[in-house]
């Protein structure tokens, strides 16, 4: 039985914690706030993973280097923009070997970078061969149920990536791995933008087809972006590109569409923020989104659009009429080559 210690208590860090003590580890969440901890000891983190009776070998505590002492392995699943924070707390307390694992799916939004280039600034870039996005199509209320759910693993070291999967795999948690770290992390912060968009088209009362072509094209751009980046364009096919587009942009647990819908119906950006009551990575993501595309020359109308609907006071409608106004666009050869 080994020690895995999760930084976070939210409702993924919750659902993370159920699938490891399924698997004989022992797990010590951290949480920055005493009752939070309190409610997880007690048997059910009711704030943010109701209804879901917590495994035994389920611990929190607020101080983090109790947590963290004596772990194999930590998962970092907080907000992208607490990532560099905590991860600068808690380096002090890691071991050369720890491995490290991050499930946030976000960038850093003062410095366009993605979290494991945080990890490589903090940690220095010999560290980075400890490191692991998961990531893929999982929401932590269906993981909390057990529900069958796949995931993918990305390390520049597979060694490290095959580590991650042995230790979160499990009959009903399927993990992949894939040395693309690039493809996977923009992946999945880039998906929570679509899934703002399409949210928006479906609080508008837009149909199927809307959302179709929405998730579609979203996918194109994602993967156009990611592309200029370096990513494998084949990442974009999987668990981490279209896997996570799909869940994201039809279940009603997502917190990007769910936003989206607010938003759509009428609400402002905080009103519809405040009313998910968990964190919308999607909103600071549209933010460096919307920069990098213009630092790497590639076009993203769909980000640019819900750039404008959260950030300029763009009404909805207008939005989509701007993205079917467009000009007209061969299909696929426009995917690499802007
Ligand atoms: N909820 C889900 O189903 C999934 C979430 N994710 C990702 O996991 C990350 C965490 O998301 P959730 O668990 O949904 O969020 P959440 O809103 O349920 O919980 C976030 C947790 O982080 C804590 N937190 C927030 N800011 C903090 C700070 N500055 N310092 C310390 N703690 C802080 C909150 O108090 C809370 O305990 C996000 O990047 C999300 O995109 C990834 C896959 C699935
Ligand atoms: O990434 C997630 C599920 O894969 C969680 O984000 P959403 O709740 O917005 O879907």
């Known amino acids: 039985m080994a020690k895995v210690a999760i930084v976070g208590a939210g409702s993924w860090a919750t659902a993370l914690a159920q699938v490891l003590a399924q698997n004989d580890h022992s797990v010590v969440l951290w949480s920055r706030?005493?009752?939070l901890a309190h409610l997880i000891n007690e048997g059910e983190n009711s704030r943010y993973l109701p209804g879901i009776k917590l495994h035994s070998g389920i611990a929190a505590d607020t101080?983090?280097?109790?947590?963290l002492q004596g772990a194999v392995a930590v998962v970092f699943s907080v907000p992208s923009h607490s990532f560099r924070?905590?991860?600068?707390?808690?380096?002090?307390?890691l071991k050369d070997d720890t491995v490290v694992i991050n499930v946030a799916k976000g960038l850093e939004e003062s410095s366009l970078l993605r979290l494991s280039e945080v990890f490589?600034?903090?940690?220095?870039?010999?560290?980075?061969?400890?490191?692991?996005?998961?990531?893929?199509?999982?929401?932590?209320?269906?993981?909390?149920?057990?529900?069958?759910?796949?995931?993918?693993?990305?390390?520049?070291?597979m060694a490290t990536a095959?580590?991650?999967?042995?230790?979160?795999?499990?009959?009903?948690?399927?993990?992949?791995?894939?040395?693309?770290?690039?493809?996977?992390e923009l992946g999945g912060a880039l998906k929570n933008i679509i899934a703002l968009g399409t949210g928006i088209a479906?609080?508008?009362?837009?149909?199927?087809?809307?959302?179709?072509a929405m998730m579609t094209r979203g996918l194109a751009e994602i993967t156009r972006l990611g592309y200029s980046m370096g990513a494998n364009l084949?990442?974009?096919?999987?668990?981490?590109?279209?896997?996570?587009?799909?869940?994201?942009?039809?279940?009603?647990?997502?917190?990007?569409?769910?936003c989206g819908i607010e938003i759509g119906r009428g609400k402002t950006l905080q009103q519809a923020v405040e009313s998910v009551q968990m964190v919308v990575e999607g909103v600071r993501t549209t933010k460096v989104a919307y920069q990098l595309a213009k630092r790497q020359g590639v076009e993203m109308p769909i980000t640019d659009q819900t750039y404008k609907v959260l950030f300029e006071n763009l009404s909805p409608r207008e939005a989509v009429l701007n993205l079917m106004g467009r000009g007209k666009k061969l299909e696929v050869e426009e995917i690499m080559h802007g």
């Open 85 to 93: 924070e905590l991860l600068k707390s808690s380096l002090p307390y």
């Open 33 to 35: 706030r005493k009752e």
């Open 234 to 258: 084949l990442t974009f096919a999987g668990l981490a590109g279209v896997g996570d587009l799909i869940v994201t942009c039809t279940s009603m647990h997502s917190r990007n569409r769910r």
């Open 162 to 184: 095959e580590y991650v999967q042995d230790l979160f795999m499990s009959q009903d948690f399927r993990v992949y791995t894939n040395p693309d770290i690039i493809g996977v």
């Open 120 to 157: 490589a600034e903090e940690a220095g870039s010999v560290a980075l061969g400890r490191y692991t996005v998961l990531s893929g199509p999982s929401h932590a209320e269906e993981v909390g149920r057990n529900i069958p759910t796949a995931l993918v693993a990305a390390s520049q070291e």
């Open 63 to 67: 101080d983090l280097e109790k947590v």
């Open 202 to 212: 479906d609080g508008l009362e837009f149909g199927d087809n809307t959302k179709a």
